[in-house]
């Protein structure tokens, strides 16, 4: 039998699962690991880091313009860039657009991205360190305390928060549209943290905890399920992640809403993860 406070088989197996589908999709091709550079483009063709050919914008569509000797291809269909490209994004989208490089054309990618309103180049080069050496991320124990129900309280009408994010050029949106309540074992106050919806009425959570800066990256995310019937969720910390800007310093990751800070220490979930 296991032990008061202890995971039972069951739950240990599941996060083990958790874990394991988590580290293989960090690990996929042109992934968020194999980010090397973030770049704006300008209004007139020029040169980028990392990438042959001529980038440009009009503030509508982004251009690229570059010869067949270049190597660039379309990362949609494989066609060689041979003139002039383009592409039209809204705001917060992103395109894998061209490739080039390596014995296959492929090692490196260019994603195309639209942020604040701008556009920008990120190249994904599958030979970067950060992918190669990847072996998993830390994580803390298992910690089935930090395994609560917590009650879903929706507001009216979602409300828009404007927040920072990882890179200091780029405002972001928050879309609220409640609060998960909750306690923590050993505190004496209920905790409050707004929430996004995702796919299918499921909550994700962005915030801060007293282990940021020493064992944790600087902001961490955890996903319910959507809320049962009479508006209660798991709330599984063991689950809590890190954004993609905890592994690169290229990412445009959302900082948490100004008061989703908790005055204590989810030793749970991923750590930081050290990786530049």
């Known amino acids: 039998m296991p032990t008061p406070g202890s995971a039972t088989d069951p739950q240990l197996a599941r996060w083990q699962r958790f874990r ?16 090397t550079s973030f770049q704006w483009l300008e209004d007139r063709p020029a040169g ?22 270049d190597g660039l291809t379309l990362v949609d ?40 309103d701008r556009y920008a180049i990120r190249t994904r080069d599958s030979q ?3 992918f190669t050496e990847f072996d998993g991320v830390p994580t803390f124990d298992f910690r089935p305390d930090l395994v609560v129900e917590a009650r879903f309280v929706p507001y009216p009408e979602p409300v828009d928060v404007p927040i920072g994010t990882a890179n200091p050029l780029v405002d972001g949106i928050h879309r609220s549209v409640g609060e ?16 996004e919806e995702e796919k299918l009425g499921a909550l994700t959570v962005t915030f801060h ?28 910390f063991n689950r809590a992640i890190n954004y993609p800007s ?14 989703n ?7 749970a979930g991923e750590k930081e993860p050290g990786l530049f």
């Open 209 to 236: 905890d007293e282990t940021n800066g020493e064992s944790t990256d600087e902001w961490r995310k955890v996903s319910t399920a959507k809320p049962r019937p009479d508006g209660t969720v798991i709330l599984d």
């Open 261 to 267: 800070s908790l005055d204590y220490r989810i030793e």
């Open 48 to 69: 980028v880091e990392l990438a042959p050919g001529l980038w440009s914008t009009d503030g509508t569509t982004a251009f690229l313009a570059a010869a067949a000797s």
């Open 180 to 195: 998960l309540v909750f306690r923590l074992p050993g505190s004496e106050h209920e905790f409050r943290l707004q929430a």
């Open 128 to 130: 970067s360190p950060a």
């Open 246 to 259: 905890a592994f690169t310093p290229y990412g445009t990751c959302p900082m948490p809403v100004k008061n």
């Open 77 to 116: 269909g494989g066609g060689p860039v041979d003139g002039t490209v383009s592409a039209v994004l809204a705001d917060e989208e992103s395109l894998m657009w061209v490739q080039y490089g390596g014995g296959d054309g492929r090692q490196v990618v260019v994603e195309l991205a639209m942020r604040a």
């Open 20 to 35: 394991n589908s988590r580290n293989a999709a960090l690990a996929s091709d042109h992934g968020w690991l194999t980010l």
